[in-house]
């Protein structure tokens, strides 16, 4: 009896190290999808339910332990992850039917139908069952290794409109199997017209809507990454435009820079005849002039990231050409822990909606945009807030633009939403019948 006990105690032992072990990759795997909160305990507490989860027995036409587990693997990411209720839901559409679909097809299977039912072969059936385990780390394990480069920092590229889409896509496997366990199919195969190959009791027609499910959500895995290409490719596109925007900034410059240098001397000459017939006043105010086109021309230092700095100095001089009351208060750090092209798109596209909104103003002392941008207490803020007189149009959250080119319709507020989310920061817009204020914080970490 004490050789039994001994031999239980190191299978149960050898089992949940094996449960340990596949839930670290699992937990690895949608670490890739959401970000989970960084205190030692949520970890533990998310390996200890991840334990549990891959090993839940799942019988069929049994709809308490796959509801429990369902409502269980839910409340697990709720209470560990810090991200967003839209991704929570889209990564357990994605790994809760592969979970529980390899639970059920490693309990009801003819081998272990046999054996757990037989007082003779515990010993076996506890062999079966580390051996079930072990193929099921192997799968998990093969899963990491191919993925795991294929994954790595996708989740910032997953927006909420990805989001629903894998959703969308995953609802038939998630469903499937869900019915297809709690009320499975007929085990009748139709042959010819009257006659029919009765299967016994194994459920085969629920062994293949299951296969299919997993298959299925490991499909959508891997579509991932080339959906994931096209979002940078369409990332890589505004940073070019950003960077052609600067570049035709910087030979506006250079050209502006040959022209003074040709007329230098000229303006030297000016301040010298005013001083000869000492028209002190005259020839301070000349020189002032000259000194703010040369100030112009340098451009001016608004914060250390120099692709952000082109940017604001473009959009600054753009609003003061404009005859716009314009007031940059920018107090951020170099290394934000924010993508540059992200911070880049917040500027720009609010920015030239600022500045969009300023030239339908006909009065020109009415005029006024206002940012402040600064970094706090471990917090990205950013408020900009312009004078206009053109109605806004909404259509629930999306911000319609009355510009000719239907196609850029309210996508610059879009994309600076999407990236506030991708931060799970906060954006709130509001506005009046004379102004329009665009408000937004991201803890930085």
Known sequence: MGTYSLISTSINFILILINIFIAFFLYKLTSYFI??????????????????????????????????????YFILLIICSKSKLIPIISVVMIFYPIIIGLNFLFINNPIYEELIHSKEYILILSIVQIISALIKLLFWFLIHIFLKNRLVNIKQYLSNKIWIFIDMVCISS????????????????????????????????????????????????????????????????????????????????????????????????????????????GAKKYFNQLKIGIGTLSGKQFCKNQALNSILNLRHTSLEENGVDVHFNIDIDNHLGIEPIDLCTIFSNSLDNAIEASLKIPDLSNRKV??????EKEYFSYLLTNNKVNPINRKQELFISDKKDSNSHGYGIENIREIVNKYNGKLDISYTESEFSLFLYIRLF
């Open 35 to 72: 970000d989970f909160r960084n205190h030692w305990i949520f970890k533990i507490i998310l390996i200890l339910g991840y334990s549990i989860i891959s090993q839940m027995i799942i019988w069929l036409s049994d709809p308490v332990n796959i509801l429990f587990t369902l409502f269980g």
């Open 370 to 375: 206002v940012l402040k941008a600064r970094c």
């Open 174 to 281: 998630f469903l499937s199997i869900l019915i297809a366990i709690i009320l499975p199919p007929t085990n009748l195969i139709p042959m010819g017209s009257n006659k029919n190959i009765i299967l016994g009791n194994l459920p085969y027609g629920t062994y293949l809507i299951i296969l299919s499910a997993i298959l299925a959500n490991i499909g959508v895995i891997l579509l991932l990454q080339p959906l994931i290409e096209n979002v940078k490719m369409k990332i890589e596109k505004q940073a070019n435009h950003l960077k052609e925007k600067y570049y035709n900034l910087l030979e506006n410059q250079q050209i502006q820079i040959r022209k003074m240098r040709h007329d230098m001397n000229n303006h030297f000459q000016m301040i010298e005849s005013y001083l000869e017939i000492e028209d002190i006043a």
